[in-house]
């Protein structure tokens, strides 16, 4: 098969109104993303200079960790922690997008996810090959991702006290956590960006290799994806068995042989039901049979982020209570700051 032909069976893939709508989806956070690291970086900048720019709050969205501290904070003391505050409503509205769309926030939501997906699309024009890892191993380092998430949730949720969480938010260490990622990031060491590069290597061969076993935001997704009323559901009487949307499945989902697709691995993003050539066989519908609609998808994702967000801008809890004077004295001890002992 030629690299033209490759090309056009690959872009065909994604030549609907439900995937224009989720790439739509996608490309808006992913430009969220990046302004926001533009912004931060003139935040980085001016904190020692004389007109200070504004922190992004939504950076707090690489913060997941703090976030889910903040998490625990709300539910010991009703109230959210003023450190990151936006973490706080960035992962609950990422919860509610995953337990409404079933795990739809990796396909529609996470700039990681997209840049797995481009890999993916990028290795299937040049090399047309899936490589699989054997299933002994596969189901191995299918826990690791889940180990991971409950270490944290054991750590946070079950083995710190409340004020044990109170103190770690409170601390230095936490405040300017952020501005220690960025500086991770712009001055990174030879052996991260070996890890970095050996991870983008293996999501390149083999698809979402980050996702499908070391990203325990997506094992929390995940988790609250099976308690999800809306399911991909399979019409047997309709069905002609041609099995196209167990070969469109990225995750290698047997979709072929299911009648509701439930999964720890689908994310909803509907190229299993864009592949079926009959209609009204394969969709995405609620327990009790009603075909949930793409454009609810799309319309109800970015409603639910902005509604999280501006309630929270409403309410004075968005952005941080750090003054420009606080940064300029924290950010001198970066380099010494650790966890705190009691994490």
């Known amino acids: 098969m030629s690299l033209k032909e490759r090309i056009k069976i690959e872009f065909s893939k994604y030549n609907n109104k439900t995937q224009y709508l989720r790439l739509l989806s996608l490309f808006i956070f992913v430009f969220l993303s990046v302004w926001i690291g533009i912004e931060f970086y003139y935040f980085i900048n001016s904190i020692n200079s004389y007109e200070f720019y504004q922190r992004p709050a ?17 539910l010991s003391y009703g109230d959210v922690h003023m450190a990151h505050p936006a973490g706080f409503f960035i992962i609950i509205a990422a919860i509610f997008v995953s337990l409404i769309f079933s795990k739809s926030f990796c396909s529609w ?11 993916i ?7 047309d090959k899936d490589f699989k890892i054997h299933s002994y191993l596969d189901l191995f380092l299918r826990s690791l991702k889940y180990l991971l998430l409950g270490f944290f949730v054991y750590v946070i949720f079950f083995s710190m006290a409340p004020n044990d969480v109170k103190n770690f938010l409170d601390s230095d ?19 991260a960006l070996i890890v970095i590069t050996i991870l983008l290597i293996l999501s390149f061969l083999f698809n979402f290799f980050w996702c499908r076993y070391l990203c325990p935001y997506g094992a929390l997704m995940a988790i609250i994806g ?42 909803s993003c509907m190229l ?15 327990i009790k049979g009603s075909k949930l609609n793409t454009f609810i998808i799309f319309f109800a994702v970015i409603l639910i982020f902005a509604l999280f ?13 750090l003054t420009q004077k606080d940064y300029k004295e924290l950010i001198l001890k970066k380099d010494v700051l650790s966890h705190p002992s009691s994490f």
């Open 226 to 267: 099976f308690i999800s009323p809306f399911k991909i559901k399979r019409n047997y009487k309709t069905c002609t068995q041609c099995k196209k949307c167990g070969l469109s499945c990225p995750h290698y989902i047997k979709v072929d042989k299911k009648t509701t697709v439930i999964s720890d691995d689908c994310s």
């Open 309 to 321: 967000k501006y309630t929270a801008v409403i309410i004075g809890k968005w952005d941080n209570n």
């Open 121 to 127: 699309f990028i290795r299937k024009i040049f090399i």
């Open 109 to 119: 939501v996470c700039p990681f996810g997209f840049l797995s997906e481009i890999l």
């Open 272 to 286: 299993c039901v864009n592949s079926c050539p009959e209609k009204n066989t394969l969709e995405l519908k609620s």
């Open 58 to 74: 939504g950076a707090d969205a690489y913060l997941p960790i703090s976030s889910l501290m903040n998490v625990r904070y709300f």
């Open 173 to 191: 260490y936490n405040k300017i956590s952020d501005i220690k990622m960025f500086y991770f990031f712009a001055d990174i060491s030879k052996t």
